[in-house]
């Protein structure tokens, strides 16, 4: 199985998050502003929520993405106020034609005081089981 990971990260969450995602598939993470070159099977994405959207950076790399390039992709990310990132990624993403996994992953990110200190070494250890889960499938 090939993979990448690309994220887009404004106050550290979706970093750390691919970070975490490395060492559990063998390939280095790098931002959306490296485009996917060769053909993966499954792209790890994650992005956070500022003023209700996913930063237009993530919007432009997916608008760059082909379905012949990617097999499957995995969403993630963290957000302070709204739900979650993944509804608006999903969305642009099968508006291409790409597969987007039904599974995804969100959990709280620090904005200031409103959850601080997230995400937390449970966040990311909850965050590495369900990769595990993905790449064990």
Known sequence: MKYAIRYYSKFGHSKQMSEAIES??????ATVAEPIEEAVDILFLGAGVF???VNKS??????????DK????????????IESPVPQMRKALEARGIKVSDKSFTCKGSMGPVHSGHPNA?????????VKEVVEK
């Open 24 to 29: 559990l598939v063998g390939v280095k993470s």
């Open 70 to 81: 990617v097999g499957c992709v995995v969403l993630f990310g963290s957000c302070a106020i």
């Open 58 to 67: 993530v919007m432009q790399f997916i608008d760059a993405l082909t379905p």
């Open 122 to 130: 449970e966040d990311i250890e909850r965050f590495r089981t369900f």
């Open 51 to 53: 003023l209700g959207s």
